[in-house]
């Protein structure tokens, strides 16, 4: 009964779990596709559409790879669609009353990190739960956006900007472009730096990555930072793409980006997850409502079917985890 | 088939992917005795009691209760059988008083009301606690606001309200102090003697044979012997003999050279306001420093102030002759500290990390350049580690997590050491490994002082601190009671000192 098993066959059975979610994801992406290509040949498998899927996923990915690093450290961070928000809203704002495209842009990406600051340096100092204070910072950012625009979009005219939000390097959307760059540098610091393994550390153990001399506070209050800058990238973006500061083009961002987080295989419990998996999510997502838009499914059941999506894919998870556990 | 026996596992196989971890295992229990498990860390004693637990199934074999044959799938069965199994790791809810966690799952409900009866309900509960020797216990406070010894006595409590025949206790004593483990040890027997059967873990040998009937050795997942406790016939060396398999000669290894270099590290005057107060001492280069005393005396606490996880209010830090300020961490690697925490799952390794990022933490600058990990000497770094510490299987990207307590604690040691520290704290290292594992421990303690490092030994078990230190330092309610030169130290002395009976000897 006793076989012997070295430690090489150990090493593979090892590597396959790990990857077992990615390739996972994978399959489910081609799979998808497969289908709907057969279900509407004509409309979904065409070069027009799949860019559109690409361009309709990149925002919701930009600030779903700040929610990685944010989650994977052992946090959530729910002010991310109004922080998207109130960026642009605070572009269009200056641009309105004068100021140059360029510190528009600015201000835009400043008020973002600054609540991304606010986000850090009052969970770290007040030692207050990321949910509840994530949660305040989204009510206030959403308010600052109300009192600046009484709730009516203020039109953008600049080139720049709306050359970003919605023209083409050759064949390739601008504004996706700019998504694949953002995700070849988050997955590159989350896989391949200090500070990526230190924001593992800090959400798998955050007394051992102490006691171990990392920097928690500092390191904790970069994270709502990087996020919030990204959610200012994400805000720029969204305001070309619609030609204006648009203080209800956050909503449901927050909710969509943790689902693409998850989905992607980001532990809640923090410590573990990548990149990789967070675009995958996003993009599953993005099929799964274009296609149902597609099939001439109402909108009302899309929603239906990314939240079964969602609850299926980590349930799954879940199941083939307790089944491997020793 | 009749036996005397209430319980008798036979046969037991266990088998997980890559491991057998229990192999044709028999073992059995009589009505109202106390049996000892043990073995040492591995072994397979937590899974056989899982098995009865009904957390694991077993792959082969069969259980009778009673000799009737019985098959447990979920803990659920297993407690519906009059087993009660007390974990490690308490099963308790800490935001539910001392009642709502004994009648969990079966509470009571008011008659012709929704509401639970929860004056029924803390009554019943103050009866059972008053049964193991608590008298007008209050079991409306939460459990969370308990002290350790008195968590564990709710989980007896929750068992004998549940009828409990077997009581299966995990490591009881790993968490009490000298008198707390009496009070325990006094409480089963008194539970023994009302016909209650016992099974008990533990890595102490000298409570084992103090406390139990009969013991059952396991090695490497296998049944070794099974020993009637004679109290005379049985002794400490053959258990050990039978745990690892050899004979060990010297338990506590000794050292060649005993010359000690300049004074390495001076603290004076130490206080931190609800934990320590006017801490002094000093440790020279290649000595051994023992601190002694009773869990919660604030040993733990003085030490992570040294290494900057708490602001002191007051006292000096002299590091090498030079005053210090240690505000943080990282200040005290600077200072060439290393604190080999106390709780290794808790405060010495991220468990969803690989061993090889575990090993790396501390000393990610030999394995970084421009912020960027380099794999080539990330590689060096960790293999040069499993060598030197033969970490068996040597799987670096493996989790840490799924390695032995043994491994574990050998992590956390490479983690510090990487650092090249010269004043080196190892809170309780020795805590929950088996005998094996400690000896290893106690040489690398032992090479550590040897290469002119300053050692600061903290542990709880007296003739650990009295085999290993050169001076022994005991604390008692956060001040200094008590100090002894190698020569002059004996257990009394440090159990006198620990209770806060003797003034300081200088």
Known sequence: ?326 | MQSNYILEMQGITKRFPGVVALENVSFNLMKGEIHALIGENGAGKSTLMKILGGVYIPDEGSIFLENEPVQFHTPRESLAHSISVIYQEFNLVPTLSVAENIFLGKELIAKNRLAADRKTMEAEAAKVMAKLGLSNFDCSVWVKHLSVAQQQLVEIAKAIYNNAKILVMDEPTAVLSPNETGLLFKLMRDLRSHGLSIIYISHRLSEILELSDRVTVLRDGKFVVELENNRDQVHETDLVKYMVGRDLKDTFPMRENLEFGDTILEVKNLTKKGMFSDISFSLRKGEILGFSGLIGAGRTEVMKALFGYYPVDSGEIFVEGKAVHIRSVSDAIKHRIALIPEDRKREGLVLVLSMAQNMVLTSIDLVQRYGILIKKQFNKVVNSYIEELSIRPALPNRKIKDFSGGNQQKVVVAKWLSNNPHIVILDEPTRGIDVGAKVEIYKLINALAQSGLGVIFISSEQLEVIGMCDRVLVMHNGRMSGEFERSQVTEEGLMAAAAGLRALNK
């Not at chain 1, 600015?106 to 008020?111: N, R, S, V």
């Not at chain 1, 998504?179 to 896989?191: P, R, Y």
């Not at chain 1, 909108?299 to 079917?305: A, L």
Request: aromatic share 8%; glycine share 12%; hydrophobic share 50%.
């Open chain 1, 1 to 326: 009964m006793n076989k012997v098993i070295t430690g090489k066959q150990i090493r593979i059975w090892a590597t396959d779990l790990r990857k077992n979610r990615m390739t996972g994801l994978i399959v489910l992406m081609v799979l998808l596709i497969l289908i709907l290509s057969l279900l509407r040949p004509d409309t979904f498998f065409s070069s027009t559409n799949l860019f559109n899927i690409l361009k309709q996923a990149s925002i919701v990915s930009i600030i779903a790879f700040g929610q990685t690093f944010i989650m994977v450290s052992g946090g959530i961070d729910l002010s991310v669609g109004y922080s998207l928000g109130l960026s642009g809203v605070i572009m269009a704002v200056m641009i309105t009353a004068g100021f140059s495209p360029m510190l528009a842009i600015l201000g835009g990406l400043g008020i973002s990190c600054l609540i991304g600051l606010a986000n850090g340096v009052i969970i770290t100092q007040f030692k207050l739960p990321p949910f509840i204070v994530t949660l305040g910072l989204a009510k206030i950012a959403r308010g600052i956006m109300y009192v600046l625009t009484r709730g009516y979009p203020i039109p953008v005219r600049d080139p720049f900007v709306i050359g970003v939000g919605n023209k083409y390097l050759g064949p390739f959307p601008i504004m996706s472009l700019i998504m694949l760059a953002l995700f070849v540098v988050s997955a590159f610091v989350l896989g391949k730096t200090v500070f990526g393994l230190r924001t593992k550390a800090i959400g798998g153990n955050e007394t051992a990555a102490r006691l171990s001399g990392i920097k928690v506070t500092r390191h904790k209050i970069m994270l709502y930072v990087l996020t919030g800058l990204l959610c200012g990238i994400a805000g720029i973006i969204m305001a070309g793409r619609v030609n204006s500061g648009n203080p209800n083009s956050g909503v449901n961002f927050d909710l969509d980006s943790i689902a693409a987080v998850i989905v992607g295989g980001t532990a809640m419990s923090g410590g573990e997850g990548t990149v990789i998996g967070t675009l995958l999510g996003a993009l599953i997502l993005q099929i799964i409502s274009n296609g149902l838009v597609l099939m001439n499914v109402s909108i009302y059941w899309q929603t239906i079917v990314a939240g079964v999506l969602i609850i299926s894919v980590c349930a799954l998870d879940s199941f083939s985890h307790s089944r491997n556990q020793a």
